[in-house]
């Protein structure tokens, strides 16, 4: 699938645009979770986390679907291609882990939502879990860092699918001294990767998601 330059630009300025407006409303998230956790007024322990399953299910959660659609679109209808190159398959895997925690979380997020609805916290009352939000949106904001420093610098080459077709198209050969001198990227992709999913099992199964 090839784009038309008009409607590439359109999809470009969709995922930036979903992108900026994720990592954005994170950082927001991260503040609400953090007033929810220290602020000694009631009123604004209420407000931070109804407005915290408002701004996660009406904000962030459709920026990360379209974040993800968006580059999947972008990658697959140009010349990068989706497993040409090793930065793309690293910002694909973290935007999945991330959108996939996201969602898996949303349901803590609604829970404390309820409660104070119902009634004010305490300072001791689900601090467990109020912690666990806080730490959460502040793991997320490293990661949507960590993406958007990849799509700036694009580190570590192309994958070795990347090179069999770049000398299928062009027939040239490819250097191997080049590959070999960024074999050590390749270590850290592998290890990036290992991390990322380490960390979606480990709040699979590791209790993660209990509510407190």
């Known amino acids: 699938m090839t784009m038309t330059p008009r409607f590439h630009r359109f999809v470009l300025t969709a995922h930036i645009t979903f992108s900026v407006g994720w990592l954005g409303a994170v950082a927001g998230f991260l503040a609400l979770a953090i007033a929810g956790l220290t602020s000694q007024d009631a009123q604004m322990v209420r407000a931070a986390y109804l407005a915290m399953e408002l701004s996660g299910w009406f904000v962030i959660v459709p920026f990360s679907i379209g974040a993800l659609l968006t580059g999947l679109v972008q990658s697959l209808g140009t010349q990068w291609g989706l497993f040409k190159h090793h930065w793309i398959l690293v910002k ?115 209790g993660g998601l209990g509510i407190h």
């Open 92 to 206: 694909l895997l973290l935007t999945i882990a991330a959108t996939i925690i996201l969602l898996l979380h949303m349901q803590p997020i609604s829970y404390i939502a309820g409660v104070v609805s119902e009634a004010p916290l305490s300072n001791t009352e689900l601090r467990g879990l109020r912690i666990q939000l806080m730490a959460d949106a502040a793991a997320a904001l490293l990661v949507l860092f960590a993406t958007t420093t990849i799509s700036v610098y694009k580190p570590w080459g192309m994958t070795p699918y990347g090179l069999r077709k770049q000398h299928e198209q062009h027939k040239v050969v490819p250097d191997r001294g080049l590959t070999t001198r960024k074999s050590w990227g390749l270590y850290m992709l592998l290890g990036l990767i290992f991390l990322v999913l380490l960390f979606v099992v480990l709040h699979l199964i590791g």
